[in-house]
């Protein structure tokens, strides 16, 4: 007995220490953690460092808290389920963009197939579009176009768009050299990061 919970207070020590120093590793660091040990702190903390990014993707693919929040936590599913098919291990911000966008896509057309057996017949079967809705519908329709981008153009745009990274640590998460920027870019106040 006395065995038992000493085992558990080390355990609990060791997840204490974790979770201090998960901050410090990168992505492939945490996700191999992950798979290694099942270490709770490690996915605790991809869930941190991605979620907010993955719960946008979800509301604005379908634009309802409840099914945008049954979406999000589908992709984290899927993250602890297929953890081992992530690659490169570096890029899971960009592997749950992916997941994220399908899973939300997939449960729009389940909501729309319920909607339509459920209208009463009195009703209209097209949905009466507000101007409100305008801005929602066009970031649908970015993560759609951004989706159906090349891999080679859509992780640099995920990392540093949707992720927050800047040029440069995108370029060495990537592996690239940091692009310069071209003179009439600058003075737009833009660059890209080298693809």
Known sequence: MAGSSMSGVVRQLRRALLRREV???????????????REEAAFEALVRRHGPMVLGVCRRVLRHEQDAEDA???TFLVLARKAASVSPRDLVGHWLYGVACR?????KAVAAQRRL??????????????PDEAPSELEALLDDAIQRLPEKYRVPLVLCELQGASRREAARR?????A????????????????
Request: proline content about 10%; aromatic content about 6%; glycine content about 6%.
């Open 117 to 130: 057996r459920e209208k009463p017949m009195g009703e209209p079967l097209l949905p009466i579009s507000r």
């Open 180 to 195: 310069p920027c071209r003179a009439d870019w600058r003075e737009r106040g833009g660059c890209w990061p080298a693809i």
């Open 174 to 178: 990537l592996r690239v050299p940091e």
């Open 103 to 107: 899973t939300a896509l997939k449960a």
């Open 23 to 37: 901050e410090s590793l990168n992505d492939g660091q945490l996700l191999d953690c992950f798979l290694a040990e």
């Open 72 to 74: 999000f936590q589908a």
